[in-house]
């Protein structure tokens, strides 16, 4: 008799609830208030420009380009005098970390991802209408499983707009794949740590690199290493030192500056706290032929 597995699926992506599903129609000179939220906003072009303004910076969106604001980001809209435009927008929770690298990204839409994103719109109008209060509230002649259809359409294309990012060639997403999510990030930590030798790498640049948040980043390296990241950095910083001084006739002043130290002082003191010996004694030493 054949033998069966079963295989559990991890949902990637995880909508918890749809917050509003609204056209905005902007006829001529048009600006709205900025605001701010704790949940995702997805913004499309159906028709004309607009300029999307989030955290000071703007945006500018033409038909068939989708932006993601992520949480608490201040944003607002604005259309140019003259111009007919008809936009598109989602909000929703959310509590994936697989959303975070979509956070203030432009898309220009693949014809899968264009295709998505109108199932969602036919979906949420005949699905839903906003009431008097600006609800939503589901239509009395919905279609049988609309609120289901939706939830899936809306979640596939988030993933469609996850596998867009992450084809990108400059592209640092990682995906949570379950229980080694963890580890594979923290991978991916260290390889730009030690790409980057030569650079003096802070904490915000590894959150710029990876878009994920400074209490995740901190708690997870942590975790997974034991240590802090400036003191993982340090550690294999110095390591390259002592290859530098057993191997190499630089000068200490130029092995600090080489691997992206600001003071030869400071890069004296933390190569004697972690080797126990000043870079001049390792390196008389080793030529010695002694072992540190």
């Known amino acids: 008799m054949k033998t069966y597995l079963r295989h559990r699926i991890y949902n ?3 909508v918890k609830e749809l917050i509003a599903l ?4 902007f006829e001529g000179k048009y600006k709205n208030y ?3 939220h704790d949940f995702w906003e997805l913004c499309y072009v159906e028709e004309g420009e607009v300029t999307l303004t989030v955290d000071a910076v703007k945006h500018t969106l033409f038909k068939n380009q989708l932006f993601v604001i992520a949480p608490n980001r201040q944003h607002s809209y604005f259309s140019k005098s003259g111009n007919k435009s008809r936009v598109f927008v989602v909000c929703f929770e959310s509590f994936s970390h697989n959303l975070i690298p979509l956070a203030d990204n432009l898309f220009s839409l693949k014809s899968a991802e264009a ?3 109108k199932q969602v719109i036919n979906e949420s109008t005949s699905t839903f209408m906003t009431n008097s209060d600006e609800l939503l509230e ?3 002649e919905a279609l049988f499983g609309g609120q289901q259809a939706l939830l899936l ?3 596939y294309l988030l993933i469609c707009l996850l596998r867009h990012l992450s084809s990108r060639q400059d592209s640092a997403v990682i995906f949570c794949n379950d229980e080694n999510f963890h580890r594979e990030l923290t991978d991916a930590i260290i390889r730009f740590l030690r790409e980057n030798l030569s650079r003096h790498i802070t904490l915000s640049d590894v959150c710029d690199k990876f878009s994920y948040s400074r209490s995740f980043i901190c708690k997870v390296f942590k975790e997974q290493t034991g240590q802090t990241l400036t ?3 340090n550690r294999i910083k110095i390591s390259e030192a002592c290859r530098l001084l057993r191997e190499t006739p630089l000068r200490i002043s130029e092995i600090s500056a080489s691997l992206g130290f600001n003071e030869v002082k400071y890069f004296d003191s933390l190569f004697k706290k972690r080797t126990g010996s000043s870079p ?3 390196r008389k030493e080793h030529k010695n032929g002694k072992n540190n």
């Open 12 to 14: 990637v992506v995880d």
């Open 22 to 25: 609204e056209h905005l129609d």
């Open 34 to 36: 900025r605001e701010a």
């Open 115 to 117: 295709t998505c994103i």
């Open 138 to 140: 589901v239509r009395s």
């Open 153 to 155: 359409q809306l979640e």
């Open 231 to 233: 003191e993982y950095a």
């Open 280 to 282: 001049n004694v390792y």
